[in-house]
């Protein structure tokens, strides 16, 4: 099995910074594709960011040039650096990861169980 463990969610005023953080860990082979997603309330859930296994990255354009997304390979840990913080980006933030327990298995994606940020005005 594998599991993803999200930190580093809380509650900021506006124009703050936040890091979150979700480590894999369990059966894995290889890990491909990484992002981070959220959900507001009433919301459907959207992509924040992703990044690539090669280190490419693409950003939804409301957070363009303030989150930075970044991945440590050797242990298996995905980082959103959150920075002027807006009140919109209020949200249950997820994890998602693309994961291969072996090499004869397709890729499965997971989904960390959320963290909550909320961003005062």
């Known amino acids: 099995q594998v599991q993803l463990v999200e930190s580093g969610g809380g509650l900021v005023q506006a124009g703050g910074s936040l890091r979150l953080s979700c480590a894999a860990s369990g059966s894995i082979f290889s890990i491909n594709t990484m992002g981070w997603y959220r959900q507001a309330p009433g919301k459907q859930r959207e992509l924040v960011a992703i990044?690539?296994?090669?280190?490419?990255?693409n950003y939804a354009d409301s957070v363009k040039g303030r989150f930075t997304i970044s991945r440590d390979n050797a242990k298996k840990i995905l980082y959103l650096q959150m920075n002027s913080l807006k009140p919109e980006d209020t949200a249950v933030y997820y994890c998602n990861v693309a994961v291969r327990r072996t090499i004869y298995v397709p890729w499965i994606n997971y989904w960390g169980q959320g963290t909550q940020v909320t961003v005062s005005s």
């Open positions: 990044i690539i296994s090669d280190g490419s990255t």
